[in-house]
């Protein structure tokens, strides 16, 4: 049976109107798209306006002290106490470096910084590594401070200043040096989140060994004991650096999750 040109014109009139509703849902969706986008991006704006208008600023006062170290491992050598090799290698057995340091923090900003997280890690050399091994969801390496937790509780207004001691055991030397890293992330009330990262580097210096001799139940004992001078100038800064970022919402969200699940691991 012969389909007519009339039925068939018919067909084709019907299935262009039933299309007109398609067409136009179609285009709603590709507008509706176009007006999220455009909101996101004004919401981006508003917030990257808001972060620089309200914005914490946590500057390193001075450098890291330290306090008190402590040595550890197999007894020393008497020509060095710390083996390095020519790139990043774990310090010699023969010393374990464990330091105690203490740093201050001033809010040179015009508002509140809740302090989110501190992340400490330590390198042979000075360099930028920290941030963007944060931003590329690396936390090899890394010390979470406090241990127990992905956040601490400080909050820091403008003009005040707030101390941390902390201890690190290094891991890292080339050459009888070491760098320090300090990540200190921190929001506003708006919950903006923004980073102060410094670095310190110091040096170490050798230290040679009196040799102490006493009598014990008949037989001669040979002690090896290091002169004050050299153990209390043992540590030496060199250099640092700081620097300060913003991070947008995306990255923000990122930055946050991904410190929550590495905590969560801890």
């Given amino acids: 049976m012969k389909t007519s040109y009339k039925s068939m014109s018919r067909s084709i009139v019907e299935w262009i109107l039933k299309g007109v509703p398609l067409a136009a849902l179609a285009l709603g969706v590709v507008g509706l798209i176009r007006d999220c986008k455009q909101e996101n991006r004004l919401d981006e704006l508003n917030h990257g306006m808001t972060a620089l208008q309200y914005r914490p600023l946590l500057k390193v006062v001075g450098t890291p002290d330290v306090l008190s170290y402590e040595l550890e491992g197999q007894p020393f ?30 809010n040179d900003g015009n508002a509140v910084a809740r302090i989110y997280s501190i992340v400490l890690t330590d390198s042979s050399s000075g360099a930028d590594l920290a941030r963007r091994r944060i931003l590329n969801s690396d936390f090899s390496g890394f010390k979470l401070v406090p241990d127990s937790s992905y956040f601490r509780t400080e909050s820091v207004t403008p003009g005040d200043t707030a101390y941390f001691n902390e201890s690190y055991r290094v891991n890292f030397s080339d050459k009888s040096t070491f760098t320090l890293h300090f990540l200190i992330l921190y929001q506003n009330e708006m919950k903006a989140l923004y980073d102060t990262y410094h670095w310190a580097r110091f040096s170490t210096r050798e230290i040679w060994f009196r040799n102490y001799y006493r009598i014990e139940k008949g037989r001669l004992q040979i002690r090896s004991v290091p002169r004050g001078d050299d153990l209390r100038k043992f540590l030496q800064f060199v250099d640092g650096n700081e620097s300060y970022y913003a991070y947008d919402r995306s990255e923000a969200g990122a930055v946050q999750e991904n410190l929550q699940t590495w905590a969560a691991g801890q």
Avoid: G, P
């Avoid at 990043?88 to 023969?94: A, E, F, G, Q, W």
């Fill in 77 to 106: 050598r008497t020509d060095t106490l710390l083996k390095a090799t020519e790139s990043d290698s774990v310090l010699d057995i023969y010393a374990r470096l464990t330091v105690d340091l203490r740093f201050a923090v001033v």
